[in-house]
């Protein structure tokens, strides 16, 4: 009888400790969650990946493959169309030399040069028929004449390209086949005077003879 109350009383004891154990873990906060709770808490907490995050995710693929893509409603000729456009625009225009003077070479030449306030002329003259050289190539048939030499500030500088005014530029000249003399002005501030380079073609001119 003795050993069963001892038995008894040992199992009273150990019922009374784990109960006591529970409570004072209870209170003190230092609980630890099973493996099971853990896993059941980690599911239901929001902003944690779960198994159905992961199958959401995999259809992310195939949703996109379903997009409509936006179709090309031109027809064939609006789309090659608009391909020569495309192509016209990125073509480089090509500026093609103005051809060689009539006598197939080039003559050197060495100006006199003379400054009147903010003008600069030059004087060209030879013994010789100078069409077509250096800056006498630049002129066209559209010029003004005085008396007996020709002036103009229309130029062009390819053979390609039109005649285009220039204000700050004045060629004039006076060419036979035994003497030729022309003049080419300069005034960046201004419209170059057509009297002096008239008046200077023609004084080179008369020395010449």
């Known amino acids: 009888m003795r050993s069963k109350h001892v038995i008894i009383g040992a ?6 400790a784990a109960g006591a154990t529970l409570a004072t873990t209870r209170l003190t906060g230092s609980e630890h969650p099973t493996a099971a709770e853990s896993q059941e808490v980690t599911a239901d907490q929001p902003g944690r990946p779960g198994q159905h995050d992961k199958a959401d995710k995999s259809d992310e693929p195939e949703k996109a493959a ?5 179709a090309d409603k031109r027809t064939r000729e609006e789309r090659i169309k608009a391909v020569r456009e495309a192509a016209a625009k990125q073509t480089t225009k090509i500026n093609y030399p103005l051809p060689p003077p009539p006598s197939g070479r080039q003559i050197d030449l060495h100006p006199k040069v003379t400054k009147t306030g903010g003008e600069v002329r030059r004087l060209y003259s030879a013994r010789t028929d100078l069409t077509g050289q250096k800056e006498l190539a630049w002129v066209t048939d559209d010029h003004q004449t005085i008396g007996a030499v020709s002036c103009t500030d229309k130029v062009r500088f390819s053979a390609t390209t039109p005649a285009k005014a220039r204000p700050t530029l004045l060629i004039c000249w006076r060419i036979s086949d035994a003497r030729s003399v022309y003049t080419v002005a300069v005034d960046p501030d201004g419209k170059p005077s057509a009297q002096r380079s008239v008046a200077a073609v023609n004084a080179e001119w008369s020395r010449l003879a």
Do not use: D, I, S
């Open 66 to 70: 379903k997009k409509p893509q936006t």
């Open 11 to 16: 199992g009273a004891l150990a019922a009374v």
